[in-house]
């Protein structure tokens, strides 16, 4: 059984930043695209960064480019999600995903097979 677990997520003010991160287990993702959405309340979730397989290439959202950066632990078999100047619209579940397909959707929640529970991340002061 496949499992993903994000951790990290908190209460930050404006402008800090936090890192979230996603253990999976049940199979390895070394070779596969993994990546991270958001939902916030009342929305469609929606998508953050992506990292294809081995990471060779990486996808971000229009508006956490330059700021959020995701990256891999092959070894661990985890992801991560670097979040800094974070604002209030950041606010929301992040979610962690992986696929089972090599090449895939990479920006759309389709292309995902796997989700983890999520985790909370308040922008407030």
């Known amino acids: 059984q496949v499992l993903l677990t994000e951790s990290g997520g908190d209460l930050v003010q404006p402008g800090g930043s936090l890192r979230l991160s996603c253990a999976a287990s049940?199979?390895?993702?070394?070779?596969?695209?993994v990546a991270w959405f958001r939902q916030a309340p009342g929305k469609e979730r929606e998508f953050v960064a992506a990292?294809?397989?081995?990471?060779?290439?990486?996808y971000y959202g229009d508006s956490v480019k330059g700021r959020f950066a995701i990256s891999r632990n092959i070894a661990k078999n985890a992801w991560y999600l670097q979040m800094n100047s974070l604002k209030s619209e950041n606010t929301g579940v992040y979610y962690c995903?992986?696929?089972?397909?090599?090449?895939?959707?990479?920006?759309?929640?389709?292309?995902?097979?796997?989700w983890g529970q999520g985790t909370q991340v308040t922008v407030s002061s």
């Open positions: 995903s992986a696929s089972r397909r090599v090449s895939t959707d990479y920006q759309g929640a389709r292309g995902y097979d796997y």
């Open positions: 049940g199979r390895s993702f070394s070779t596969l695209p």
């Open positions: 990292s294809t397989r081995t990471g060779g290439l990486t």
